[in-house]
């Protein structure tokens, strides 16, 4: 006879994978921060996937050849996966932390839920009611608190930081691959992280090349070692596994709401580590973007 184990000693808990994933997101944006001027973005970008790739590869072939079969099949879905949750989802948040805060790019990551929604219904013909509506109207509006510094200013002069604009173009790319998660067909985790993986770092490496070329290239040193390894080993598999496996058992529109931790596990991070102060048009704008994410997003 098996006994079943207790809930609470399950490592699968999708909320505590979702809640894992959005620490390890917040964790780097820290870290992307912090290499900004240090090691270049698109050399971040292709080892946060390369070195996932290899790994998965080296310990898991098998399983991988077991489902290479689906993974052909269903290839387009799976390169609608890769390209958005990997190549431009990375790409977009290493280069906009060029220009902008760990914070702002935390605050605003609680969009995600709202976008969710949008591509949701356009996708896949989830209807939007005025309730939503209403939420994605309120979001909006901080947004525009997040971005203008609460400066109205900024927004009469149209002076964004850019920076800040495509940090809201990577939260809508996130919100495309959450939502096409369910175009996948089944396999192993471990097959999904390495097609991911694999279509990411190639298609990133041009990227790399052309930025080495152009004269940007990383300094090799310790800092640069930690970062390689740490965005290979956290965002690039544990977020990625984690995030993947809570979406596919409770769905996007559930997990997506713990994507509001993000700014909270960063306030004290970037706190911590940056010296970055959290100003009151951050308060503001993550108070307005959460009501409308409430709005949106609750039940009838």
């Known amino acids: 006879m098996t006994s079943a184990v207790p809930r609470r000693f399950q490592l699968d808990n999708p909320y505590l994978l979702a809640a894992l994933a959005s620490l390890c997101w917040s964790s780097n944006h820290i870290v992307g921060r912090a290499a900004a001027g240090h090691v270049p973005p698109f050399w971040i970008s292709t080892m946060r996937w390369l070195l996932p790739a290899v790994v998965v590869w080296l310990f898991a072939r098998t399983v991988i050849l077991r ?26 948040q290493y280069v906009s932390l060029q220009y902008t805060t760990a914070l ?8 995600v839920p709202v976008f969710i929604a949008v591509v949701a219904a356009a996708l896949f013909a989830d209807y939007l009611i005025p309730r939503q509506i209403a939420g994605l109207a309120v979001s909006l509006a901080g947004v525009l608190v997040v971005i203008s510094h609460g400066d109205p200013d900024v927004l009469t002069s149209l002076q964004f930081n850019k920076g800040d604009l495509l940090v809201v173009v990577s939260m809508m790319v996130s919100a495309v691959y959450s939502v096409s998660l369910r175009l996948r067909p089944p396999m192993h985790w471990l097959s999904l992280l390495f097609v991911m993986a694999l279509v990411s770092a190639v298609t990133t490496l041009p990227l790399a090349v052309w930025e080495a070329a152009s004269g940007y290239v990383p300094r090799f040193d310790l800092l640069t070692v930690f970062i390689t390894l740490f965005v290979g080993i956290v965002p690039g598999f544990l977020a990625t596994v984690a995030w ?10 559930r997990a997506g709401p713990f994507m509001h931790l993000v700014p909270l596990y960063s306030a004290g991070l970037a706190s911590v580590f940056l010296g970055e102060r959290l100003g009151v048009f951050h308060v503001v704008g993550l108070a307005l973007i959460l009501t409308g994410v409430w709005l949106a997003s609750r039940k009838a």
């Open 244 to 253: 993947n496996r809570s979406v596919e058992v409770i769905g996007s529109n």
């Open 67 to 92: 489902d290479w079969p689906a993974i052909r099949t269903h290839w387009r879905a799976m390169l609608l996966i890769s390209l958005t949750g990997g190549t431009l989802f990375t790409v977009l």
């Open 104 to 111: 702002n790019l935390s605050v605003l990551n609680s969009l």
